[in-house]
């Protein structure tokens, strides 16, 4: 598996996910499926069928995270600095032709969530921001065509 870039907090939010399903999660899968058990024959018994996929879901997210963890990369804030866009940055650009002011925090793609603005290293335009520095003008194949985004502000939080 490649190296996987997480921020401090992504790595300590994926870290609590985890030890949360391999303790309490795990424990109270396998009291559903216990109770499941309950019903009767297992041949016939959708309940116990539900809980059984419930549980290779929940095992299948346990071994995603595990890989991702062995695989990560954590990006040290504090050793970024405003000049340059990398991972970790918050990057205030304007689109070009629309005349617009967007917001985002660049971040690795296992913490991208563009409804928080947070878009990952990987996508168009974060490939395109990464090392460009205030004042850059960079251009972003979309489906629609290219837009041109200025870099107007980059800060570290």
Do not use: W
Request: aromatic share 6%; glycine share 6%.
């Amino acid at each position: 598996m490649e190296k996987i870039y997480l921020t401090k907090k992504g790595y300590d939010e994926l870290k609590e996910r985890y030890d949360y399903l391999c303790g309490q999660g795990r424990a109270e899968m396998a009291e559903k499926i216990k109770v499941a058990r309950e019903f009767g024959d297992l041949s016939e018994n959708a309940e116990y069928d539900i809980a059984k996929n419930e549980q290779a879901f929940m095992e299948k997210e346990i071994k995603e995270i595990d890989d991702k963890l062995a695989n990560a990369i954590i990006i040290d804030e504090s050793e970024l600095d405003n000049k340059t866009v990398s991972i970790g940055s918050t990057v205030k650009v304007l689109d070009v032709e629309l005349d617009t002011k967007e917001e985002y925090k660049i971040v690795g793609s296992s913490e991208a969530e563009i409804a928080e603005n947070k878009i990952s290293n990987e996508s168009p335009l974060g490939k395109a921001l990464i090392g460009k520095k205030k004042n850059a003008v960079v251009d972003v194949e979309t489906p629609d065509g290219i837009v041109k985004y200025k870099i107007l502000s980059i800060s570290v939080d």
